[in-house]
């Protein structure tokens, strides 16, 4: 996901006091720690911090630190969330956390010693897969999704057996849920569901007050009120209608007046944030680029309807920025929804890690709040979601013990809250106002937020999700992404030479042997 994109960080404490720029942007660069070549560890009478020697230990490795032997359990994070400066400081708190509880464990088990490996998300991929070529994996992996499980089909362990002799109740997690955990071929269960995202229509108030415009709707079925006093339902159109009223050039003058110029434009009526091809083709539909039968490739035309929306938008409509435009000073270099100068935008609920009230100085970005997805033609509400997990290698040789690891993780609401997500069970709502609403109070003085909108929107969840496997899913992920990325760059497409190449390529790509 576009959200991660940092450098890597040494898997040392002292990472974690690194100045970094806001989500979306990139951390200096560090002397990463070895990645998979852990060097030896020290002699048994040596006094160290347990995190310092915990980085330099092979998974499953007895060492001694302090004169008490323990057992290391690596975690590898990068695949999804936790590469943000903020995210790091958090996370070495919870290891620093867990192995102190683990030395104060009266059981007589072997105390766990929890090493973090922090990898950047744009090579998260590589480096797991060179770790776990040269037989040094780590054992604990995550929070991963969906898309970041994808590359390593048969790699990740079937934890049905240790839920089983963990006697760890699975019965409190929604069925669906639990079945995005499940590999789509074998049907082996690679995680618990823990950090959802949903996602929903962030809008600027701050925009909308400015222009007169009444707020987007907070209820699924609930009408949009135009400026006329006439009510229209809330659907892919109506974003457009108002999207372009909210879309202002540095005359003053919207994109549906005579004279409104693209080429000076101040303000953008509507940003898919970070979003990718699949993702935003998602919110006008369910679908799949690949057939029912596994092996035909497909372009639905929910989804061409969407990326057809969505281009028009950037080059017809003009409320859409394009690619040049999205990476400017004036939004933020790609933060667009928190440059001050987006009116709405498509988000997922991992975004609210990344807003800042001065993402760019030139903004003025003070209240929002967020409105349910709008319809597709059919009346149709889809919100696409994503959902982490953790996961454990199948090579890891003390798999009980990072699971062990891992069911202390998911109860650290702190953590999840600062990942972006809400916790897969309990009071949803009672999460956000003790945990997240904390972290805004500080941000934006004044605002609320109605989250009962994110929570409504997991009811509407696409399936399949967007993120589902496909055959040789690397590759036609790539295949895919270069398609969608001309979107924003090029203007005059045809765009059904477009959608009808692209299968192609994709059928060639399913055909084709998957890369190792």
Same mark, same amino acid.
């Given at each position: 996901m576009g959200r991660r994109r940092f450098t890597r960080f040494a898997t040392l404490a002292s990472a974690v006091a690194l100045a970094a720029s806001a989500c979306g942007g990139s951390?200096?660069?560090?002397?990463p720690a070895s990645a998979g070549a852990a060097s030896v560890a020290p002699p048994a009478s040596q006094s160290a911090a347990p995190s310092a020697v915990a980085s330099t230990a092979k998974p499953g490795q007895i060492i001694n630190v302090n004169g008490k032997d323990h057992q290391v359990v690596r975690w590898f994070v990068g695949l999804g969330s936790g590469t943000n400066p903020a995210q790091i400081a958090l996370q070495q708190t919870v290891v620093n956390d867990f192995n102190a509880e683990q030395d104060k464990r009266t059981d007589g088990k072997m105390p766990i010693l929890l090493s973090l490996e922090i990898v950047q998300n744009a090579t998260a991929t590589t480096i797991l897969k060179t770790e776990m070529a040269s037989g040094s994996a780590p054992d604990l992996i995550g929070p991963v999704g969906i898309k970041g499980r994808a590359g390593f089909a048969g790699q990740f362990l079937d934890m049905t057996p240790l839920i089983a002799n963990a006697g760890f109740d699975m019965t409190k997690?929604?069925?669906? %849920?639990?079945d995005t955990m499940k590999d789509g071929q074998t049907g082996a269960l690679l995680g618990i569901p823990y950090a959802v995202y949903p996602s929903y229509i962030f809008f600027n108030k701050d925009l909308f007050d400015e222009a007169g415009l009444k707020y987007p709707p907070q209820k699924v079925g609930d009408k949009y009120e135009m400026p006329d006093g006439s009510k229209v339902d809330w659907n892919w159109d109506t974003v457009r209608n108002i999207g372009m009223l909210l879309s202002v050039d540095k005359n003053g003058k919207d994109a549906t007046q005579a004279g409104f110029?693209?080429?000076?434009? $101040?303000q953008f009526g509507f940003e898919f944030q970070w $979003?990718?091809?699949?993702?935003l083709a998602s919110a006008f539909g369910a679908g799949s680029l690949v057939a029912a039968d596994g092996k035909t490739a497909q372009f639905p035309d929910d989804w061409k309807t969407a990326w057809t929306w969505y281009y028009n938008g950037i080059w017809k409509d003009h409320f859409i920025a394009n690619d040049t435009e999205r990476?400017?000073?004036? %939004?933020?270099?790609?933060? +667009?929804?928190s440059s001050g100068h987006a009116a709405m935008g498509h988000m997922f609920q991992w975004y609210i890690c990344c807003m800042s009230p001065d993402a760019t100085k030139a903004g003025n970005f003070k209240k929002w709040d967020i409105a349910v997805m709008p319809m597709?033609?059919?009346g149709a509400t889809t919100a696409p979601i994503n959902i982490d997990t953790f996961t454990i290698s199948k090579d890891s040789p003390v798999a009980d013990r990072a699971f062990e690891a891992m069911t202390y993780l998911v109860t650290r609401l702190d953590l999840m809250a600062l990942y972006g997500g809400t916790p897969a069970v309990g009071d949803q709502l009672k999460f956000f106002h003790? +945990? +997240?609403d904390p972290t805004f109070t500080k941000q934006f003085p004044g605002n609320k937020v109605n989250w009962q909108v994110a929570l409504d929107m997991e009811s509407y969840a696409e399936s399949p999700n967007h993120e589902a496997e496909m055959p040789n899913y690397i590759k036609a992920q790539n295949d895919y992404t270069t398609v969608f990325s001309t979107l924003p760059t090029k203007e005059g497409l045809d765009?059904?030479? $477009?959608?009808?190449?692209? +299968?192609? $390529?994709?059928q060639a790509d399913f055909d084709a042997t998957p890369a190792p």
């Open positions: 951390a200096p660069s560090v002397a997690y929604p069925s669906k %849920l639990v110029d693209p080429a000076s434009q $101040t $979003t990718e091809g699949r993702r990476n400017s000073d004036l %939004l933020a270099k790609g933060n +667009v929804l597709n033609a059919a003790d +945990v +997240v765009l059904n030479k $477009t959608f009808t190449d692209l +299968v192609a $390529t994709l």
